[in-house]
């Protein structure tokens, strides 16, 4: 199946950069009919994505690089968020509550990921970065989009 709609953006692996990735792909996905309620999870696991990325991939740097491109289907957003950082030694361990690499973080990135997301999907090779594939259903079946 074709998307509906599509965007792609990239942004400085800056924090104040995290809010602004929020906000536009729940800008973007208010095309379809979701609630405010789904919109709200949208946002954070948009915000857990990229902030794994900024922390974790760049290590806070700031000279780092996250991608984000977004699809619109009828039922459904389906987000990728890309960084080229250090990349996840072991993702199903990353995949566990509570795991941080990071002793002043609780671990739950994620945690709220999977939580709020229908689907999710994590690529990570050390040295190349990680990508991860979130999707979102609404619970609305009729989509808000004009001609549609």
Do not use: W
């Amino acid at each position: 199946m074709q998307p509906i709609n599509k965007m792609s953006m990239e942004f400085s692996s800056q924090p104040a950069n995290v809010a602004f990735a929020r906000v536009a792909v729940a800008a973007f996905a208010s095309q379809l009919d979701f609630t405010l309620a789904e919109l709200e999870e949208l946002k954070v696991a948009i915000s857990e994505a990229v902030t794994n990325a900024i922390v974790h991939g760049y290590a806070g740097s700031r000279m780092g690089t996250v991608c984000i491109a977004t699809e619109l289907y009828y039922d459904r957003i389906v987000v990728t968020i890309e960084d080229r950082g250090c990349g996840i030694n072991d993702v199903q361990k990353a995949l566990q509550p509570a795991f941080t690499t990071d002793p002043e973080r609780m671990g739950l990135g994620f945690t709220f990921m999977q939580s709020f997301a229908d689907s999710l999907q994590v690529h990570s090779r050390p040295g190349q970065g990680t990508r991860i594939v979130l999707s979102k259903k609404t619970s609305r079946a009729i989509p808000a989009i004009a001609g549609h």
